[in-house]
Nanobody, 120 residues
């Protein structure tokens, strides 16, 4: 059973940058597509970004294109989300997911989430 642990969430100001990390253990991380979703209170979780097994293909939600970059280091079993030019609308709990299927927008494994708060 794979476990995912996110780190890096904190409170920042609008325009700041932040990098989230997600460390995987207990599974074959390099075989799986991984991604990030986010959720605000009272709303459903929304897709943010995803990356394929090799790291050669990425996809992003329109709201973060040009500002966020997803990457992975299979040697470290870690996926990253670099977030630049943060906006108050980016405030959410960010979840790392693994065994992600882009077509169905579903994942087999989920992290516990890390809070990102962006103040104006």
């Amino acid at each position: 059973q794979m476990q995912l642990v996110e780190t890096g969430g904190r409170s920042v100001q609008a325009g700041d940058s932040l990098r989230l990390s997600c460390a995987a253990s207990g599974g074959t991380f390099s075989w799986l597509a991984v991604g990030w979703l986010r959720q605000t209170p009272g709303k459903e979780r929304n897709f943010v970004a995803a990356i394929n097994r090799s790291g050669g293909s990425t996809s992003y939600a329109d709201s973060v294109k040009g500002r966020f970059t997803i990457s992975r280091d299979n040697a470290k079993n870690t996926v990253y989300l670099q977030m630049n030019n943060l906006k108050p609308d980016d405030t959410a709990v960010y979840y790392c997911v693994a065994d992600w299927t882009q077509i169905t927008r579903q994942a087999r494994y989920w992290g516990q989430g890390t809070q990102v708060t962006v103040s104006s």
